[in-house]
């Protein structure tokens, strides 16, 4: 489902290049569950955001579902974003002015599909993360793990083929953490990729695949 | 996306960050109200100008006496310039035969003191006769105009303004009464009931008497004007054709008087305030330009602030054509806005000012509301562009994590 073929990243910082990611190859099969631990500066963020089509890499080849990434524009790498990638943030990224309903209508909204129509998918949306009496409260309402799970729900709501969750429980407390594990294997168990960058230990060793990530090498590929 | 999903995002963010909101509103607002008021205010001024001259009647055709030339380089007479003679009852007269002519008043002007029962005051004084009260399109309160007498002799008689008749007779009945007017006296006749002014001077403030005893009273034959009435527009000009030929042959061959149509006059003026008018409303315009400008440096500063949302919206499927459609909408919706509640505002407040001062008629073209609103909405697409396309292009792993 995914292939990686000696990825590289390189930025620039100052006078100096950085290599975040150093001819990378990797495959990851239709609903695995992966995990992305190293530590800060390894990589591993980098790597999700190519992952998310929100960066590019300087040099390799990222093949999505079969189509090459690399020769993509703006729009179509948009596209895919839209269609086949979701994303949990540590930060939950929710749009403060809008309720959570309306949060999780926006993948929608942007892809043009009819208002009738959103409406349904948003309901079970909010069903799958039970907060169907949370729906036209603004994130302000909701406590961490609450915002969360409307996270969660508005990145499933266009039914991508892969949940790519960055620290998804680095805000919240351990309960609040674990039921947002919890939902997101659920949601593994159901046939979609999931691969997750954590610091944690624990949540790395609850996934089927953990790999290590050092300056940008992959040190550790470790399969249960 | 949707029309109206763009619409409920661009308002969702404008409800969400009321005092830019507002500030913003504020600012197109007091432009397009500027726009209205300084052109209802040039508007209102060619309106009166128009309403002197609607006053003096209509198809109007008026003879002055002298005329500008260049004067020198031939012969002694050309070297010392044209002394024009003065307009004379008898030329007035002599324009009678003229076929086409309603009415012919010849007109002289003065002031004096008026006195009765003791009293005294200065009245300015108009000489002509009854045609005067047709050409003019005066009503009368009570009485008669003047009598229909000739123009070389007529009885001691005047009408009086209804602020002489208060001043002088009080709760006495004016009509009937003699009045003192410098050495003369005259029977007053009438009270005239319109209200404005001619030739400059507050009607309700005058007297006027026959021609022939205004000539006496000023110890002057000449007269300040001879307006002619034709019967209708399309003989104007050959009336002016007539006219010029009788007087300049009266006035042994020297056309030393200038004639000017009422229409023509009018017409020039017009041209005058339109683009007065237009002048004022470009000015003002000015004020549209730099809420254009705050708007684009508000939005500059929003897109800084929405960074993370700009990242988060490219991460969920948001192409850079949306982010673009977004801000643009935004910016549209607060110089609409703006624009509307300019309107609404200028338009109220040239109602007020109509009511606060009657005698001058505010009244904003509706060429400047359209104006206004399309300079408005221009002015919001054309300063949302920069921020709508910075947006737009900012990376998305960079705006997610607000980093420059």
Known sequence: MIRIENLSRKFEVGNQIVRALDHIDLEITKGEYLSIMGVSGSGKSTLLNILGLLDTPTKGDYILSGINTSEMNDDEMAHIRSTKIGFVFQSFHLIPRLTAAENIEMPMVLAGIKPKDRQEKVEIALSHVSLNDRSDHKPEQLSGGQRQRVAIARSIVMEPDVLLADEPTGNLDSTSGIEIVRLIEDLNKAGLTLIVVTHDRKLGNRSDRLIRLLDGKIIDDDRK | ????????????????????????????????????????????????????????????????????????????????????????????????????????????????????????????????????????????????????????????????????????????????????????????????????????????????????????????????????????????????????????????????????????????????????????????????????????????????????????????????????????TEAILLSGSGAVLGLILGHSITQVLKISFPTFNFLPPMWASYVSLILALMSGVIFGLLPARRASKLEPVIALTGNK
């Open chain 2, 1 to 328: 996306m949707r029309f109206y999903d763009l619409i409920f995002l661009a308002l969702s963010t404008l409800i969400r960050y009321p005092l830019r909101t507002i500030m913003l509103l504020v600012a197109t607002s007091i432009g397009v109200m500027a726009v209205i008021l300084l052109t209802a205010v040039g508007e209102g001024a060619r309106d009166y100008i128009s309403g002197e001259f609607r006053d003096m009647g209509t198809n109007l055709i008026i003879v002055i006496p002298g005329k500008n030339e260049t004067s020198g380089g031939g012969s002694p007479v050309d070297l010392a310039g044209v002394t024009p003679r003065d307009l004379t009852i008898e030329d007035a007269i002599s324009l009678r035969k003229i076929d086409g002519v309603k009415n012919i008043a010849p007109i002289v002007i003065g002031e004096t003191s008026a006195q009765f029962n003791g009293l005294e005051r200065n009245v300015p004084i108009i000489g002509s006769t009854q045609s005067f009260l047709s050409v003019r399109k005066w009503e009368m309160e009570t009485g008669m105009f003047l009598p229909g007498s000739t123009l070389e002799r007529s009885p001691p008689v005047c009408v009086i303004g209804k602020e002489v008749e208060k001043e002088l007779f009080g709760a006495s009945n004016a009509i009937g009464q003699w009045l003192r007017l410098g050495d003369r006296r005259c029977r007053v006749t009438g009270i005239i009931g319109t209200e404005g002014r001619a030739v400059g001077i507050d009607v309700q403030k005058l007297v006027v008497v026959p021609v022939s005893l205004a000539t006496a009273l000023f110890n002057r034959p000449s007269l300040f004007r001879i307006a002619v009435e034709a019967e209708n527009r399309l003989v104007g000009d050959q009336i002016i054709k007539d006219m010029k030929k009788i007087l300049k042959k009266r006035h042994r061959g020297k056309e030393d008087f200038t004639v000017i149509r009422q229409d023509a006059v009018m017409a020039s003026f017009d041209n005058i305030f339109n683009v007065l008018t237009m002048a004022l409303g470009s000015i003002a315009s000015i004020s549209l330009f730099v809420a254009g400008i705050l708007i684009m440096n508000v939005m500059l500063v929003a897109v800084s602030q929405r960074q993370s949302e700009i990242g988060l919206l490219k991460a969920i499927g948001a192409k850079n054509k949306q982010i673009n459609q977004l801000f643009i």
